[in-house]
């Protein structure tokens, strides 16, 4: 008996090597007719344009909603295959029919002006983006491998890595429509699956990326629509889904094949990105600010520690969590604020969970933060993936007040004195935290304080001015008596009230004269 076994596991095992080595020739062969099909054999780079639609990861009006959108004003992509280079830059702004087809609005809206860019790069072991006054702002090494995957996952840059790797293959009904499914691994990491339709043009990508509150993300990228650039096949309809909803819908205007590319590292860019640093910047009476890029606040209770805005990722918030040890060093951190659900202000809460602290949130929330954090991290495993602990919350419905009879925190929902029946058109759980004995509040995303515009310069983007009018509308309401406010995306501590109100004036003027002067182009046609 056991000799007939050991002759059946090594059968099985010759069976297995024989189907992988057919299985691997089956796949050559695939994608040497994708080489042809595509015209994909002396490819070493490719530059397009394209207009479209971007839509703004992790900022939807509600958690369920999909991310806002925003018309493209520009869009250019190059792509560097032989030396594993790309850059993309593009510019969006939001268009009324963006703003009235939003589910309310979310991030960045309304958004008036010209609009906002991006610029980013990748070359081999470097990724950067080009800073507002066009610097090089070099990215970590994590942001440089997705970026390799990013590029990889390109039609042409799929084809390259497949060749390399040893996919696996499988026929797949998808749609009605018989695909075969090419499957291999990118960096010893990433799973990456294309799909390829009966004309061997490579109809889908998907692959996972890692994200710190959503996990092991699904990257969906479909390609569509090829025509023929100089004997080059490109998919002129591309649509990239991430965390579920659409990221970029773009209609390719223009492709050249094989231009002369030329995508160098600037020094800057060479310098590994500073390690992260917790500023701390007392406020009295048990309260600090707590710096890291952006602001989290730390107050002291008789027997615990309160943080609000639990943003950034999991590196932010061990240093926040570290930083707080030190200033108070016998209390526990038994709560986390969380000022809305966008992912920029919830993805650090995974940490404070895993040192057991209680998120307040909204209450909408609580079913949306349990599924997500059921989501896995393999990818980039967390302290909560590795030491697993349930979630505990409190809710918010209109008003939360965390207090031991001295020091207290007042929570409130913000509301839209314009739209009654909303909160307000940045997210609808947004919560504020103000501090009567400090007369502190802190907010995040209704007003991060602006530098002085100097006179006479026109302004090229105005975006979330009724925000700020909001913003200050609510604290009337609210009859709250505020001298300080403390903004979440600052990191210059505190400014003083008034500012506020001065810069809700100079925003109503450069709007004023952005409507005048659109009112005169339209005239002018």
């Known amino acids: 008996m056991r000799k007939t076994i050991l002759w ?79 850059e993309e830059k593009f510019a969006w702004t939001e268009s009324p029919a963006d703003f009235a087809n939003q589910q309310r609005g979310g991030g960045l809206t309304p958004l008036k002006g010209e609009g906002m ?7 081999g072991d470097y990724a950067w983006n080009l800073g507002p006054n066009g610097n090089a702002v070099p990215q970590p090494a994590a942001l440089a491998a997705e970026r390799r995957v990013r590029l990889a996952i390109t039609p042409y840059g799929w084809i390259q890595a497949a060749m390399k790797a ?22 010893g990491k ?4 294309g799909y390829i339709d009966s004309q061997n043009l490579l109809d889908k990508v998907e692959t996972w990326i890692p994200q710190p509150i959503l996990g092991d993300m699904l990257v969906e990228i479909t390609y569509s629509d090829y025509k023929d650039f100089s004997g080059v096949k490109l998919p002129t309809r591309i649509v990239q889904k991430e965390g579920g909803f659409p990221v970029l819908d773009l209609t390719v205007t223009t492709a050249s094949p094989n231009p002369a590319v030329a995508i160098k590292v600037p020094d800057a860019a060479k ?20 710096r890291a890029g952006t602001q989290s606040l730390a107050v002291e209770f008789k027997d615990y520690v309160a943080i609000i805005d639990g943003a950034g990722n999991e590196a932010r918030s061990l240093g926040v969590i570290a930083e707080t040890r030190k200033l108070v060093p016998n209390k526990p951190i038994r709560y986390v604020i969380n000022t809305h659900h966008h992912l920029d202000h919830s993805g650090g809460l995974r940490t404070f969970v895993a040192e057991g602290a209680t998120i307040v949130t909204a209450a909408e929330n609580k079913p949306y933060f349990e599924k997500i954090f059921r989501l896995p991290h393999n990818l980039d495993p967390d302290e909560l993936a590795r030491n697993p602990r349930p979630a505990r919350f409190a809710t918010v419905n209109e008003m939360y007040v965390l207090s031991d009879g001295n020091q207290s925190i007042e929570l409130y929902r913000l509301h839209d004195d314009k739209y009654p029946d909303h909160w307000n058109s940045h997210a609808p759980d947004m919560l504020i935290a103000y501090l009567p004995r400090q007369k502190i509040l802190a907010e995040a995303d209704f007003y991060n304080p602006a530098a002085p515009v100097p006179a006479n310069v026109p302004v090229a983007t105005i975006n979330l001015i009724g925000n700020k009018e909001d913003l200050a509308q609510n604290l009337q309401r609210l009859k709250l008596d505020v001298q ?3 903004p979440m995306h600052y990191n210059n501590g505190a400014v003083p009230y008034e500012q506020l109100q001065t810069e809700i004036q100079i925003e109503r003027e450069q709007l004023a004269q952005f409507e005048k002067d659109a009112n005169s182009r339209i005239a002018g046609r």
């Open 8 to 86: 059946a596991c090594a059968f099985l095992a010759v069976f297995a090597a024989v189907e992988s080595r057919v299985n691997a020739k089956d796949a050559r062969d695939v994608l040497a007719d994708m080489v042809h099909a595509m015209g994909a054999a002396n490819l070493k780079t490719i530059q397009y344009s394209a207009t479209g639609t971007y839509f703004w990861l992790g900022q939807g009006y509600r958690s369920s909603d999909p991310w806002p959108k925003f018309t493209l004003r520009n869009y250019t992509r190059t792509l560097d295959y032989e030396n594993g280079a790309y």
């Open 117 to 123: 860019g991006q610029d980013n790069f990748l070359s």
């Open 166 to 187: 040893n996919p696996m293959m499988k026929s797949q009904t998808v749609s009605g429509r018989k695909m075969t499914v090419l499957s291999f691994t990118l960096e």
């Open 190 to 193: 990433y799973k990456v699956n």
């Open 271 to 290: 310098v590994a990105p500073a390690p992260l640093s917790v500023a701390t910047q007392p406020l009295g009476d048990g309260v600090w600010i707590l």
């Open 484 to 486: 300080r406010i403390v």
